[in-house]
């Protein structure tokens, strides 16, 4: 049974930083596929960023881009997230997800990954 977790979500103004944390349990890959999504209140769930397994390649959303880090530590299975200068618009839940799959190959849709949190909700005031 795979589980994640995430933390670190909250309340914070126009400008402010959060760390969003994943903690990744089960029999996965050794080195899994990490991403990040979000989903705003009336909108589909937006790709935000992923790491590969082996390399740790990053890739990211536009919108993300310049603002946003993932990294990981797979010595603690931890996936992190720390998202700079935030916006009104980056307001959403914020999930990540794993794949069952990893080495050097990173996703950005969906149905690429296999397993996925319950989600932490990120509110950025104007």
């Known amino acids: 049974q795979v589980q994640l977790v995430e933390s670190g979500g909250g309340l914070v103004q126009a400008g402010d930083s959060l760390r969003l944390s994943c903690a990744v349990s089960?029999?996965?890959?050794?080195?899994?596929?990490l991403g990040w999504f979000r989903r705003a209140p009336g909108k589909k769930t937006e790709f935000v960023a992923t790491?590969?397994?082996?390399?740790?390649?990053?890739y990211y959303a536009d919108s993300a881009k310049g603002r946003f880090t993932i990294s990981r530590d797979n010595a603690k299975n931890l996936v992190y997230l720390q998202m700079n200068s935030l916006k009104p618009e980056d307001t959403a839940v914020y999930y990540c997800a794993a794949s069952d799959y990893g080495g050097s190959y990173y996703y950005t849709t969906e149905g690429e990954y296999d397993y996925w949190g319950q989600g932490t909700q990120v509110t950025v005031s104007s």
């Open positions: 790491i590969s397994g082996s390399l740790g390649t990053t």
């Open positions: 089960g029999r996965t890959a050794s080195e899994p596929t």
